[in-house]
């Protein structure tokens, strides 16, 4: 499993279910940076229950598929400040924009095989909280992790090999939310 540069974050990181890390406040300028991306982002509208964009390498998910497209400067950014504390580039980006407190993810794990050997997936989230929910894909148990705005989730390809996880939609009026997720594509395929 990957070992962050963790010093970075000693007193802020936690580490869950042996495959997952979870950084409380790994982004300072969270709210300028859902403004932007809120209002600057070419949403593709194809899923109904929340809005996505993609940039970097194509990237086929959910019965979409996303072309190439240049990363814009705060992405650049973000991957910049990454590659520092993991130990790759991650070459795409999947944004999800939760539009309202019914906006969800369902059940399902990542494509691993499309990854980088020893890659993970980040997940920075901005905005409204939300719930995210793992449910085993044997014995079915489950878990959640309530992931904060401006947190940042690491998951690693095992934990995909094992759990199904979901984003649940809100009761209480949490707001939008805006989560950017950050891959390494073998770049062979
Ligand atoms: O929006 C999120 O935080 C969830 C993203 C996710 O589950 C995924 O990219 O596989």
Known sequence: ??????????????????GIILISNFEDKGDILFTKIKNHTDWDNSIKSRKTASFGM?????????DFL???DYILKIIDRLEKIIDYRPNNCLINYYYDNLSKMGYHSDQIDILDSNTGIIIISLGGKRIMRFKNKINLELFEIVLEPNSLLYMTQEIQEKWMHSILSEQENEGERISITLRKIKSEL
């Open 1 to 18: 499993m990957i070992i962050f540069t963790i010093m970075n974050y000693i007193n802020d990181y936690k580490i869950l279910n042996d």
């Open 58 to 66: 194509p990237y086929n998910y959910s019965n979409l598929k996303y």
């Open 70 to 72: 240049d990363f814009p």
